[in-house]
């Protein structure tokens, strides 16, 4: 189980339901279902808005939101990964 799907989880359980937490974050419910599936990628801004649901850090999630979506097929996204997974490291030291 990815740790989207655990993060997506862990705030529909408070929310109540997928349907309630699609509510709280202005969306349809499938999106959410797609986000469990894979078949759509969650944005950093509703990675932390997940997280802060949840109780988790929303700067971390939206790290891992970002560093997801890198295109590694480049020097500039491999750079990129790398820059920001030492401030994600940084971030879970606090």
Same mark, same amino acid.
């Given at each position: 189980m990815s740790q989207l799907t655990l993060l997506i989880e862990k705030a529909a359980s408070i929310a109540g339901s997928e349907y309630k =937490?699609?509510?709280t =974050?202005?969306?349809p419910q499938p999106t959410i279902s797609q986000w469990?599936?894979?078949?759509r990628r969650c944005s950093p801004t509703d990675r932390a808005a997940l997280a802060d649901i949840a109780g988790a850090?929303?700067?971390e @999630?939206?790290?891992e939101?970002?560093?997801e979506g890198i295109? =590694? @097929?480049t020097p500039k996204g491999q750079r990129a990964k @790398?820059?920001?997974m030492k401030a994600l490291e940084n971030i879970r030291k606090l």
């Open positions: =937490l699609a509510k =974050l202005h969306m469990k599936a894979g078949t850090n929303p700067a @999630e939206a790290i939101a970002v560093i295109d =590694l @097929e @790398e820059a920001l």
